[in-house]
Structure formats: C-alpha cells, structure tokens
T-cell receptor, first 112, second 115 residues
Framework: KQEVTQIPAALSVPEGENLVLNCSFTDSAIYNLQWFRQDPGKGLTSLLL?????REQTSGRLNASLDKSSGRSTLYIAASQPGDSATYLCAVSSGGYQKVTFGTGTKLQVIP | ETGVTQTPRHLVMGMTNKKSLKCEQHLGHNAMYWYKQSAKKPLELMFVYSLEERVENNSVPSRFSPECPNSSHLFLHLHTLQPEDSALYLCASSQVTGTNNYGYTFGSGTRLTVV
C-alpha cells in the first residue's frame, strides 16, 4: 500500500527566502506526482504535474523534482512571498482511477 | 474558476434534511471523483465515476448517494447526515488512459455543516 509523507507539517519563513518542501512515498512504481496548494476552506489548485519519465517541472518561481528510485519529490519555491502562504499537498498516482494517494500537507507561512 | 465548478459553496443542514451537492466539469475529462476533507485528516476518496459508471465506492455510508447523469455532471445526494459528516467536500476530474491518471483538477469545494 502506497504511503505518502510530507515533512515538515508546518513551516514559517521570512519573506524573500528560498525554501524546499518534501514529499516521500514508499512505492516507487508510480505514474506521476502532482503538487497542489490549498488556501483555507478552499479547493486544491494544481501547481505542477511530473510524469514518472520526467525529473523536474518548472512554473514561474516553482520547481518540482522527482527521484523515483529514492521515493522522493521536492517543491522548491524561490523568493517566497506572503501570498505563497497556504498548505501544500503532494499526490502520487500509482495507476488508474483510484490509486492516487495524498500526503497530509505542509502548512507554509511566509512572514512579511 | 478552475474548470470544475461546485455548488453550493456553503451548506448548513439539519440531520433530517435532504440536500444535494453539484459538480460540473468543462474539461472533457472522463473520470470524476468525490473527496471528503475533515480537519487534520488526509483527503478521503469517497466515489469514483468513469464515463458515468461508478468504479469505486470506498465503504461510504449509504446516507451519501452519488449520481452521475453524464460525463460532465456529478451529484452527491445527502440524507439523514450526522454531525461528524461536517467537512469540506471536494469534487475533482481527471483524464484516465489505460492505467495512467493525467492529474486532477479540483473544484472549490462545498463546506458542509450538519447541525
């Protein structure tokens, strides 16, 4: 059974700092990994999707990497801003409709 | 909007009421999902529909009844709920080809409070 862990559970950083969020998974037989952000009481917004054949994806100040063999993904946020404050979740797809496992998220606070 | 629209955004209902949540996707995806998100718990998959056919039911109590009349619309009918059913209910869609799921798109959710 796939297990997805995100550490730390919460993170507080000053504005402008570069930061890394971590996502670990136990079964390396995955098809893709997706990073989301969630604002309080809102739905999940997709940030980046990395297919299993890819090593990284970039969108603006965000860069996500994937190392299947070690069961790890990182989300790098450059020059953090207060608007980046949210909970960040990763989701690992092991195939098909229902084999998507979500992590419990990292709650990020960027202090002005 | 993200391409997946959920209504209502907020719902307060008594334990004897019947209500429905609605989800609509405009992305041409072939799979739709209901998830439950409770405070400090991971997302819980409730139901999966593929091309209007239910393919997954994760032991959800019968007081939750899904309906998928076509590939763009998904409903969750609620009746005689319990206070512990209060949560954020999220709808998502995706394109599934063979065994690969090409990423989820979520709606904004319905915040449900059962009193």
């Amino acid at each position: 059974k796939q297990e997805v862990t995100q550490i730390p559970a919460a993170l507080s950083v000053p504005e402008g700092e570069n930061l890394v969020l971590n996502c670990s998974f136990t079964d390396s037989a995955i098809y893709n990994l997706q990073w989301f952000r969630q604002d309080p009481g809102k739905g999940l917004t997709s940030l980046l999707l990395i297919q299993s054949s890819q090593r990284e994806q970039t969108s603006g100040r965000l860069n996500a990497s994937l190392d299947k063999s070690s069961g790890r993904s990182t989300l790098y946020i450059a020059a953090s801003q207060p608007g980046d404050s949210a909970t960040y979740l990763c989701a690992v797809s092991s195939g098909g409709y229902q084999k998507v496992t979500f992590g419990t998220g990292t709650k990020l606070q960027v202090i002005p | 909007e993200t391409g997946v629209t959920q209504t209502p955004r907020h719902l307060v209902m008594g334990m004897t009421n019947k209500k429905s949540l609605k989800c609509e996707q405009h992305l041409g995806h072939n799979a739709m999902y209901w998830y439950k998100q409770s405070a400090k718990k991971p997302l819980e998959l409730m139901f999966v529909y593929s091309l209007e056919e239910r393919v997954e039911n994760n032991s959800v109590p019968s007081r939750f009844s899904p309906e998928c009349p076509n590939s763009s619309h998904l409903f969750l009918h609620l009746h005689t709920l319990q206070p512990e059913d209060s949560a954020l209910y999220l709808c998502a869609s995706s394109q599934v080809t063979g065994t690969n799921n090409y990423g989820y798109t979520f709606g904004s959710g319905t915040r449900l409070t059962v009193v």
